[in-house]
């Protein structure tokens, strides 16, 4: 069974940081991709950004891109999510996100688990 935690949430003046961590159990981690979501009241679930299972390449929503960092150590089977100079805007509950199949492209993954859920607040 699969399961993901996600911490690391919080209250954060804008231009301010924080950063998430996912932890990730059930299966033998570093053979698959990661991803980071987010949802915003009243709105759509929307792609923050994803990192192949080796590391190798990462992929960013445009809203993120230059802000955020996705970053992965697979021996503590841990996903980060470093977010700078945050905005108002990105306040949202953020979601981690794991594949049900190993050693796949970013550009076709799917994402078939999820965790529960760490709130960011960004006050203007």
């Known amino acids: 069974q699969v399961q993901l935690v996600e911490s690391g949430g919080g209250l954060v003046q804008a231009g301010g940081s924080l950063r998430l961590s996912c932890a990730a159990s059930?299966?033998?981690?570093?053979?698959?991709?990661m991803g980071w979501f987010r949802q915003a009241p009243g709105k759509e679930r929307e792609f923050v950004a994803t990192i192949s299972w080796n590391r190798r390449n990462t992929y960013y929503a445009d809203s993120v891109k230059g802000r955020f960092t996705i970053s992965r150590d697979n021996a503590r089977n841990t996903v980060y999510l470093q977010m700078n100079s945050l905005k108002p805007e990105d306040t949202a509950v953020y979601y981690c996100?794991?594949?049900?199949?190993?050693?796949?492209?970013?550009?076709?993954?799917?994402?078939?688990?999820w965790g529960q859920g760490t709130q960011v607040t960004v006050s203007s």
């Open positions: 059930g299966r033998t981690f570093s053979e698959y991709n």
């Open positions: 996100a794991a594949p049900g199949r190993p050693f796949r492209s970013l550009a076709s993954e799917k994402y078939d688990f």
